[in-house]
């Protein structure tokens, strides 16, 4: 796989001056690989080697060090990882180290045991919490908002995944997030803007990430797979800026816009060379990201 970086140069050139051909912004997948050919001089063989390299080397336990989703992995039970990786995921934008220390401090104000804190705390307990800002615009309220829609769900589930579950004749999460943002929003709120919808057409990357976390499950032990009722099949990579740049730099994304159609033009592609496990490619899309290789 070395010799595909004999490429890179090539690509960054001819896919900056290329025109895109699909109308609207939409998927053309009668003209998609003649397009990717001409434009990158690759096969298609040559991209999913790629992406399965890179996956390959990212989806490892050193992944977690860095990641948000470490917070969660500092729990055993389950509702203890669903709500921290909920939180974790609800403020992943921005700096990941930002994004860390201020799901640490949540972790903290619950007494890191978010199950027994959000099943028991009292007006005080809310009112210790400081008046200010979490992470970024997830502030005081937001966070009051999430730790009581939580307790009147798990009041009456046993776990988030009763509320994301997919029916028989829906192929990803579009249907699932929009039945978990009517049991889960209580109330016109500003913290409802943290629950975002593909019904709106967004991308819902911070959901579809916390969705990889809880649905993937293999051997290398960095998603936790603790969801059982939901196959990893309908998962979706999370979609932000730079998986959108790398998966269009790889041709594999033509929409420009970051949002819900582009990730369903992006599940096409990953579920035709991965139909049990598409959402694995995010570890490549990621990779691909921080190294730097299609700057």
């Not at 992470?135 to 509320?163: A, C, G, M, P, W």
Request: proline share 3%; with cysteine; net charge neutral.
């Amino acid at each position: 796989m070395n010799s595909f970086f004999n490429f890179k140069n090539n690509i960054k050139t001819q896919y900056c001056h290329s025109e895109r051909n699909s109308a609207n912004g939409f998927f053309r997948s009668d003209i998609f690989f003649g397009h990717l050919q001409l434009i990158m001089n690759l096969t298609e063989k040559d991209i999913f080697d790629l992406l399965n390299e890179k996956a390959e080397l990212y989806n490892s336990p050193d992944f977690i060090t860095d990641d948000p989703i470490q917070i969660p992995h500092r729990f055993s039970l389950k509702q203890d990882i669903e709500i921290s990786g909920f939180l974790s995921a609800s403020i992943a934008w921005g700096n990941r180290k930002s994004i860390i220390n201020d799901a640490n401090k949540m972790m903290e104000l619950m007494g890191n045991s978010p199950f027994d804190f959000v099943m028991n705390f009292t007006d005080s307990d809310l009112d210790r919490i400081p008046q200010k800002a979490i992470h970024r615009t997830f502030n005081h309220e937001d966070f009051v908002f999430f730790l009581k829609n939580f307790r009147r769900i798990y009041t009456q589930f046993e776990s988030l995944e009763d509320v994301f579950l997919i029916n028989e004749n829906e192929s990803n999460f579009s249907h699932s997030i929009e039945r978990f943002r009517n049991h889960f929003i209580s109330e016109v709120h500003r913290g409802q803007k943290h629950v975002s919808s593909p019904y709106k057409n967004s991308a819902s990357k911070r959901l579809i990430m916390f969705l990889r976390w809880m649905v993937r499950k293999d051997k290398k032990g960095v998603d936790f797979g603790i969801w059982e009722k939901i196959d990893p099949k309908y998962l979706s990579v999370p979609l932000d800026v730079h998986t959108a740049n790398i998966s269009r730099k790889l041709g594999i994304l033509t929409r420009k816009q970051n949002d819900w159609k582009a990730v369903e033009e992006l599940d096409f592609i990953l579920r035709k060379y991965n139909a049990v496990d598409p959402a694995v490619y995010d570890f490549a899309l990621f990779g691909l990201g921080v190294s730097k290789e299609f700057e």
